[in-house]
């Protein structure tokens, strides 16, 4: 089940947050988003590779950080799309969501001052395409 979504860039702006499971406790945003993008610094420089996947606990009670990252090559720009996953990694799920929000959502993604604009747009996005998240 996705418990969290949110969206940030390489520099660490977080561009959207949504909590959908009400039992996880908040997490501000913009130290959430610094901590992914030193992940993905760390993991790009000492490994070449792009973050995945950060996994806690064993079993049937883990829980998941999964990352799925976008590219603007012409504007040397990376968008990080995490999900935060109680129980199994629904890792297709996660791409479905962030290949339609990226998609529907690049020329806001490009800045980094559309965050008031983008909320409502990612909102009507998953309200209206991937209705019934928290039962997913």
Known sequence: MIQRILICDSRGYPFYS?????N?????????SGFI??????????????????????????????VVTREFLSEKKTIYFVFFMKGECNTKLAKEISTTI????????????ANIRIDKKIDTIIDNRFNGLKNL
């Open 24 to 32: 996880l406790p908040e997490i501000d945003k913009i130290l959430l």
């Open 102 to 113: 990226f998609i529907e959502s690049k020329n806001e993604l490009k800045k980094t001052d």
């Open 37 to 66: 993008s030193s992940i993905g610094t760390l993991g790009s420089e000492l490994f070449n590779k792009k973050v995945a996947s950060i996994t806690f606990g064993e079993d049937f009670d883990k829980s998941h950080v999964y």
């Open 18 to 22: 949504r909590k959908i499971d009400n």
